[in-house]
């Protein structure tokens, strides 16, 4: 497959489904919902090129609404995604097993919430 900077590649799905894949230059990949002008928008899933994936919704190539990102070297995001930055309530599992739910903006912990450490201890 010929790798661009974006362009469509292989144009819908194999069913016919308007699904749409994408290889980019860098080596990320995206298969998913596609507006007009080729932007990620509604249901997708993209592969960066360090293997971590994100799955969920997007709004004109950003993450937008609910979605899961999962770190190539462990650890994972659950929960909302505001102009492509996690915003909202939402679970990350960090590599070591540590888990914070709770409230987040702009990427950081924001607000109520509750850390579980590994061993099931609340801290």
Sequence with gaps: MQKNSGAMQNGDGPEGDGVKFFTYEDGGN???????????????????????????????????????????????????????TMHGHGKFVFQSGTIYEGAWFNNNQHGTGKLIEADGVYA
């Design 30 to 84: 995206y298969r998913g919902e596609c507006a007009e002008d080729g932007k990620r928008h509604g249901q997708g899933t993209y592969t960066y090129p360090n293997g971590d994936v994100f799955t969920g919704t997007f709004v004109m190539g950003k993450r937008q609404g609910h979605g899961t990102y999962i770190h190539q070297v462990g650890g994972r995001f659950e929960g909302g995604w505001m102009n492509d």
